[in-house]
């Protein structure tokens, strides 16, 4: 437990170091394209269920409910004019480093649920999945991210909890990378 979170500590300073001008640039341009602020701060599941505002870039307009992209009647009409962009390419993730720098999320684990998914709260909480920090990235984001049904979400990170390893986080990170470099499994 004390080498990942090193290890998040270190990745995410770095990140951040190599990132900064990227990540100025895009919250310059959220400024520009839409009004409101560039970041979004969601409420997120955390360890152990307890809520912690998690920073996003802001992809959608600022009056959408605070829902599932999926639950939206129509997702593409509430996307700022980046957004779509933004959520493709993964950008609208960076700010996230901030929450594993604080310690409300790792790399690698179970992405953080909404805090009105009740269906995916319950699952993960029966699972014990709810011990796990959640992640920035984690094996159900590489078997399928925003096209898996809940039940096999939840299926995929018990599975990851079963046999988290720091070569297996690891592992994905570097599938992570492959599909956010070929824009794979994004839907919304």
């Given at each position: 437990?004390?080498?990942?979170?090193?290890?998040?500590?270190?990745?995410?300073?770095?990140?951040?170091?190599?990132?900064?001008?990227?990540?100025?640039?895009?919250?310059?341009?959220?400024?520009?394209?839409?009004?409101?602020?560039?970041?979004?701060?969601?409420?997120?599941?955390?360890?152990?269920?307890?809520?912690?505002?998690?920073?996003k870039f802001?992809?959608?307009?600022?009056?959408?409910?605070?829902?599932?992209?999926?639950?939206?009647?129509?997702?593409?009409?509430?996307?700022?004019?980046?957004?779509?962009?933004?959520?493709?390419?993964?950008?609208?993730?960076?700010?996230?480093?901030?929450?594993?720098?604080?310690?409300?999320?790792?790399?690698?684990?179970?992405?953080?649920?909404?805090?009105?998914?009740?269906?995916?709260?319950?699952?993960?909480?029966?699972?014990?999945?709810?011990?796990?920090?959640?992640?920035?990235?984690?094996?159900?984001?590489?078997?399928?991210?925003?096209?898996?049904?809940?039940?096999?979400?939840?299926?995929?990170?018990?599975?990851?909890?079963?046999?988290?390893?720091?070569?297996?986080?690891?592992?994905?990170?570097w599938l992570?990378?492959?599909?956010?470099?070929?824009?794979?499994?994004?839907?919304?």
């Amino acid at each position: 437990m004390v080498v990942k979170r090193l290890f998040d500590v270190i990745v995410a300073l770095f990140a951040l170091c190599i990132l900064a001008i990227p990540i100025l640039v895009v919250s310059v341009l959220v400024k520009l394209t839409s009004r409101g602020p560039a970041f979004y701060w969601s409420d997120r599941v955390g360890r152990n269920n307890a809520i912690f505002k998690m920073p996003k870039f802001r992809s959608m307009l600022i009056d959408t409910p605070a829902v599932a992209t999926h639950l939206l009647q129509d997702p593409k009409s509430v996307l700022t004019p980046i957004g779509d962009f933004l959520r493709k390419s993964s950008l609208d993730e960076l700010p996230q480093l901030l929450s594993i720098l604080k310690g409300d999320m790792s790399l690698v684990g179970p992405r953080p649920a909404l805090f009105n998914q009740d269906d995916l709260i319950a699952l993960r909480t029966e699972q014990g999945v709810q011990r796990l920090v959640p992640g920035l990235t984690g094996w159900a984001q590489i078997n399928g991210r925003d096209e898996l049904p809940i039940p096999h979400k939840v299926e995929l990170d018990v599975e990851y909890m079963h046999r988290q390893s720091f070569w297996f986080d690891i592992e994905i990170l570097w599938l992570t990378a492959l599909k956010v470099l070929k824009k794979e499994d994004v839907t919304h």
